[in-house]
């Protein structure tokens, strides 16, 4: 089995561990890891974030890329005013309007922007619409943290 465990510290004692794997018999993924286990005592779900900014304005109409980047670094600034970290989320969703192939690439860079070398595990979602005809990327995460 592959995987790391990433331990944080409070005061001195271990409080919250994820160990994200990837099992023999399943393909190790460039961006993000087969199986999260995670141990804590607080959890934080961060709602679907898309690309509006503090205003509410839409960021990126027509360019998927730059909507990714957006509702990416909301998701940071959500677990922020949480008080959780993007070390800590097992669980991301990541819904794409018209999902291509071609569109992971860029998807993949805003992700690696918030979480940098940090792989929790994901689902990638086509869908046909989301809340707002112009909108083509929502995200949401999970965190556990103490």
């Known amino acids: 089995m592959r ?3 990433s331990t944080f510290l409070n005061e001195g004692v271990a409080s919250m561990t994820i160990e994200l794997m990837n099992p023999a018999g399943l393909s190790v993924p460039a961006s993000y890891s087969q199986v999260a286990v995670a141990t804590g005592t607080r959890l934080v779900f961060v709602a679907g974030q898309v690309s509006d900014d503090e205003e509410g304005n839409l960021v990126g109409p027509d360019d998927r890329a730059l909507q990714a980047r ?5 998701v940071g600034r ?5 008080g959780a970290r993007p070390d800590q989320v097992a669980r991301i969703t990541i819904y794409v309007v018209h999902h291509r192939p ?10 690696i922007a918030v979480f940098g070398d940090h792989r929790p595990a994901d689902v990638v979602l086509g869908v046909e619409a989301l809340a707002h005809p112009d909108l083509l990327i929502e995200v949401d995460a999970f965190a ?3």
């Open 102 to 111: 071609e569109y992971l690439p860029a998807i993949s860079e805003a992700r």
């Open 78 to 82: 959500a677990l922020a005013a949480a």
């Open 70 to 74: 957006q509702a990416f670094a909301n």
């Open 3 to 5: 995987g790391s465990r």
């Open 144 to 146: 556990v943290v103490d």
